[in-house]
């Protein structure tokens, strides 16, 4: 499985960014797709998932905010965050994995992308 994430850059409190994620290889297995972000010195955390069938679950930190979607003949999965703060400041990473239909619990394979930087900052 290759995830390949773009679209990250530098952005002021209050701005818009849209990141993407490609998914290649054999991704059949898997039924949801996720954004974990990992900001200097945390631990990487899980910012939203979204499942085939299209059900999204988000930190509470970023609902309202953030929006998942997924393309899924295309295999890429988006991450529009508007509304930016400081805090969002991080690494943001795209994954694979497999999650109840409701997209309540969001369970990772070990497949991670190289990340896309996100810095907000005035």
């Known amino acids: 499985v290759q995830l390949v994430e773009s679209g990250g850059g530098l952005v002021q409190p209050g701005g818009s960014l849209r990141l993407s994620c490609a998914a290649s290889g054999s991704i059949f297995s898997f039924n949801a797709m996720g954004w974990y972000r990992q900001a200097p010195g945390k631990q990487r955390e899980l910012v939203a998932a979204?499942?085939?069938?299209?059900?999204?679950n988000y930190a509470g930190s970023v609902t309202g905010r953030f929006t998942i979607t997924r393309a899924n003949t295309e295999n890429t999965v988006y991450l529009q965050m508007n509304s930016l703060k400081l805090a969002d400041t991080a690494v943001y990473y795209c994954?694979?994995?497999?999650?109840?239909?409701?997209?309540?619990?969001?369970?990772?394979?070990?497949?991670w992308g190289e990340g896309t930087e996100v810095t907000v900052s005035s």
């Open positions: 994954n694979v994995g497999k999650s109840d239909p409701e997209a309540r619990f969001y369970s990772p394979m070990d497949y």
């Open positions: 979204i499942t085939s069938g299209g059900s999204t």
